[in-house]
């Protein structure tokens, strides 16, 4: 069965602290690794998608990074803006898999 | 451009009442899905549409109808809710079936069943 697991739960970083997010997936076929941001009170947004192993995406304070088991969300040098829920999501052949998440927060 | 709306923001039933939760989307896209999001779970599908007048059974269908109404519009029907139907509900659309990646979702509907 298709699953994707989120490390950690909960994350609490000082402004400026760099640090990492994990994405765990085992699905048969993977034919994308998505990540969203999730504001709270609001729909998920979109940041990355990911198709192949060795392929990064960067987007402001963001890097996201594929392996064939996993996939990683590195903040460098964060600022309280980005406190939020970081969701990953993989495709396989038939449907898209979500991740339960992991909230950010980030102390000024 | 509003992208994805959802009506109501919020509502709260009784158990057994029945209620329609209402997606609109003005992207042009072709394919719409209703999500259900739990505290410690991801987000589970419930039903999808990969086109207009197609519907089919995502992960978590049971309790739930859906009806695509036209291409800007999918609603999801609950007939008699349960209290396990206490979820925040997202409706999300994309460009095509094939293009699941990009869903652009809406802002949800915060449901709670007593």
């Known amino acids: 069965e298709d699953q994707v697991t989120q490390s950690p739960e909960a994350l609490r970083l000082q402004e400026g602290e760099s640090s990492s997010l994990n994405c765990s997936y085992t699905?048969?076929?993977?034919?994308?690794l998505f990540w969203y941001r999730q504001d709270p009170g609001k729909g998920p947004e979109f940041l990355f998608t990911?198709?192949?192993a060795g392929e990064e995406k960067e987007k402001e304070r963001l890097k996201a990074t594929l392996t064939k088991k996993e996939s990683f969300l590195h903040i460098t040098a964060p600022k309280p803006e980005d406190s939020a829920t970081y969701l990953c999501a993989a495709r396989g052949a038939q449907k898209l898999v979500f991740g339960q998440g992991t909230r950010l927060t980030i102390n000024p | 451009n509003a992208g994805v709306t959802q009506t109501p923001k919020f509502q709260v039933l009784k158990t057994g009442q029945s209620m329609t939760l209402q997606c609109a989307q003005d992207m042009n896209h072709n394919s719409m899905y209703w999500y259900r999001q739990d505290p410690g779970m991801g987000l589970r599908l419930i039903y999808y549409?990969?086109?207009?007048?197609?519907?089919d059974k995502g992960e978590v269908p049971n309790g739930y109808n859906v009806s695509r109404l036209n291409k800007r519009e999918f609603s999801l029907r609950l007939e008699s809710a349960a209290p396990s139907q206490t979820s925040v509900y997202f409706c999300?659309?994309?460009?095509?079936?094939?293009?699941?990646?990009?869903?652009?979702f809406g802002a949800g509907t915060r449901l709670s069943v007593l």
């Open positions: 999300a659309s994309s460009e095509a079936i094939d293009s699941w990646d990009i869903q652009y």
């Open positions: 699905v048969s076929g993977l034919r994308g």
């Open positions: 990911l198709y192949s």
């Open positions: 549409s990969a086109s207009e007048g197609t519907t």
